[in-house]
């Protein structure tokens, strides 16, 4: 089975501002993927590149099998898009915009759109523009599960929805999942939601892969090992051992990928004393802040 996603060597520039280094990942089918990074990493820019909105300068990009710049109409109707949380149409009541995107999509299913949307509990006569905009955000992610696509391209899912509508939908998204073997690709700003969430994770820093694993891999195999501050720890620097570096008024923290006994010998032929060190457990919120760094 071939990916849903595969870019390879993809490089893409602002005027002379670059944004995209080479970027390679592959998203294969089933499970959801988090598109993760701090903000400037190069997450949107990745989106507007899967769906065609951008053509990088080099490289390549393909999703569902054809090129992202390229993809058929029969194609794009397979894919169920929600890009910067807004909806279109919002003089229209919820019967209404439901009605006016079903004939889009040959696998729509009404059913789906109206499970979700009547946990809301306001009229189906209700203008979409007389909504809060988190319940309008949950209208949009009707919309895309009605169209029951085989790829979901959630970017900043969460915009405008408070903590009790997020937990509703991603509950939801979870059972959705499951059920079809639906493929998803989401970013989010609240990364510490996603902690049991995602199957797999692709993290970008500074427009390059910083970490492309399962989840749980990620978590078992990237650690944070902390030294007393002092001269010598002080001028300790990422260099490809240690991935980053942060600093306190009293401690170093250094992360990394290798276990304690390499990391022990490590410091060893940097001449960096080991006395005090100790390993401090992650959440993965702490561990994503950990491989991209805090500023």
């Not at 993927?33 to 990088?56: C, D, E, H, V, W």
């Not at 905009?133 to 949009?140: D, L």
Request: charged residues 20%; proline residues 5%.
């Amino acid at each position: 089975m071939s990916p849903v996603i595969q870019c390879r060597g993809l490089v893409h520039s602002y005027g002379e501002t670059p944004v995209l280094h080479g970027l390679d990942f592959t998203v294969e089918g089933g499970g959801v993927f988090g598109l993760l990074g701090k903000n400037g990493a190069g997450k949107s820019t990745t989106i507007n590149i899967l769906m065609g909105f951008l053509r990088p300068q080099a490289g390549e990009c393909h999703v569902l099998g054809h090129p992202s710049h390229a993809l058929p109409p029969e194609v794009r109707r397979d894919i169920g898009l929600l890009h910067e949380g807004f909806i279109q149409y919002d003089f229209m009541s919820i019967d209404e915009i439901e009605r006016f995107h079903a004939p889009f999509y040959p696998r729509w299913e009404r059913s789906v759109f109206y499970d979700l949307v009547d946990r809301l509990e306001v009229p189906r006569t209700r203008r979409v523009s007389r909504m809060s905009c988190g319940q309008r955000s949950q209208v949009v992610l009707g919309l895309i599960m009605a169209q029951n696509p085989a790829l979901m391209i959630l970017d900043d899912y969460s915009m405008g929805l408070d903590v009790g509508y997020r937990r509703l939908f991603l509950d939801y998204l979870r059972d959705y999942v499951r059920q079809r073997g639906t493929t998803v690709l989401l970013t989010s700003h609240v990364v510490q939601e996603l902690d049991q969430f995602v199957d797999r994770l692709i993290v970008l820093k500074k427009g390059q892969v910083a970490a492309s694993s399962s989840r749980q891999d990620f978590l078992d195999g990237f650690r944070h090992y902390r030294l007393p501050r002092g001269a010598v720890a002080e001028a300790l620097r990422p260099d490809g051992v240690i991935v980053n570096v942060e600093r306190t008024l009293q401690t170093v923290s250094l992360f990394s990928y290798a276990a304690p006994e390499l990391f022990l010998g490590h410091l060893a032929t940097l001449g960096v004393p080991a006395e005090g060190m100790e390993e401090v457990a992650m959440s993965f919120e702490d561990a994503f802040i950990g491989l991209t760094g805090r500023y």
